[in-house]
């Protein structure tokens, strides 16, 4: 597995465990661009777009997370899990 594949296990065991809905759509180069999980945590709307530091989350993959926190959203990148752990932790207070 590679090591994002692992960031992705991580996020997804962490969202599983606080009961959070999350969708990983496949882009298949058609449509609006989106990130790595859709989720709907505690009623809240969050984007995730994860990353293995050194590499970045696209221009394409920032405008999405900026829309969905313009609509009044959660987005962000994760290139760790305690990263994402602490964007989400106010919400599971």
Not at 72 to 80: D, H, L, Q, R, T
Request: contains cysteine.
């Amino acid at each position: 597995m590679t090591p994002e594949g692992v960031l992705k296990k991580q996020v997804k065991a962490y969202l599983d465990e606080h009961g959070a809905y999350y969708f990983m759509p496949v882009q298949m180069g058609f449509g609006a661009a989106t990130v790595d999980f859709l989720c709907c945590v505690k009623g809240r709307f969050v984007a995730i777009e994860t990353k293995i530091w050194p590499r970045r989350a696209t221009p394409r993959q920032l405008a999405c997370l900026k829309s969905v926190r313009d609509a009044g959203g959660i987005g962000f990148v994760a290139y760790e899990v305690e990263a994402m752990q602490s964007n989400l932790k106010v919400l599971f207070l």
